[in-house]
């Protein structure tokens, strides 16, 4: 088992900047790809970024690509989203999942271990 806990979620005003951590702890000795959902009020989850385990490979879906940048560092079992030129249809709930294998995943149905989510709220 891996137990992710999000953290870095707030308010912003459009254009501004916010960082999201994703702790892993728990089983994690294991290889394991990491990704980044989000899902909006009255919408369904949907995927942000993904990054492998090695970290050399990243996706991101259309509408964050050039604005978020996914990173990992192994050492200290964290995942970061850093998220720039925020927008307000970015405001949602921001989950981080890990899923088995080392592999950068796209598929919600492709993780095993999810967060609680964090909020983030994009005023503008």
């Known amino acids: 088992q891996v137990q992710l806990v999000e953290s870095g979620g707030g308010l912003v005003q459009a254009g501004g900047s916010l960082r999201l951590s994703c702790a892993a702890s728990?089983?994690?000795?294991?290889?394991?790809?990491m990704g980044w959902f989000r899902q909006a009020p009255g919408k369904e989850r949907e995927f942000v970024a993904t990054?492998?385990?090695?970290?050399?490979?990243?996706g991101y879906a259309d509408s964050t690509k050039g604005r978020f940048t996914i990173s990992r560092n192994n050492a200290e079992n964290t995942a970061i989203l850093q998220m720039n030129s925020l927008k307000p249809e970015d405001t949602a709930i921001y989950y981080c999942?890990?899923?088995?294998?080392?592999?950068?995943?796209?598929?919600?149905?492709?993780?095993?271990?999810w967060g609680q989510g964090t909020q983030v709220t994009v005023a503008s």
């Open positions: 999942a890990a899923s088995k294998g080392p592999l950068a995943r796209r598929l919600e149905r492709l993780y095993s271990y």
């Open positions: 728990g089983r994690t000795n294991s290889a394991y790809g």
């Open positions: 990054i492998s385990w090695g970290g050399g490979v990243t």
